[in-house]
């Protein structure tokens, strides 16, 4: 089992990233994915999740309206779009299989001026 972020670095305040986590190993389509992303010195904390075909999706109030979280089965991919970043939101970010105890290496996302 692998799962693999991409798409995270260093980004102006109300800029833009989009992460991606590709994953391997698993049927990627029977479980749901999440987000989850740890900030400095603080403990890791859930952003957004998403039901196994897309269709419920939750967001925390930190980030809702502002990210974006989907998937692509046919792609074994989930993605998070985020905007209007702010520095809080500095954070290394995992993508996690959690029906399956599955996580990411994380990516280091850093909003900074």
């Known amino acids: 089992v692998q799962l693999v972020e991409s798409g995270g670095g260093l980004v102006q305040p109300g800029g833009s990233l989009r992460l991606s986590c590709a994953a391997s190993?698993?049927?990627?389509?029977?479980?749901?994915m999440s987000w989850h992303r740890q900030p400095p010195g603080k403990e890791r904390e859930l952003v957004a999740s998403i039901s196994r075909a897309g269709g419920i999706k939750n967001y925390a109030d930190s980030v809702k309206g502002r990210f974006t979280i989907s998937r692509d089965n046919a792609k074994n991919t989930v993605f998070l779009q985020m905007d209007r970043l702010k520095p809080e939101d500095t954070a290394v970010y995992y993508c996690a299989a959690p029906g399956g105890g599955f996580w990411g290496q994380g990516t280091q996302v850093t909003v900074s001026s």
């Open positions: 190993g698993f049927t990627f389509s029977s479980y749901g």
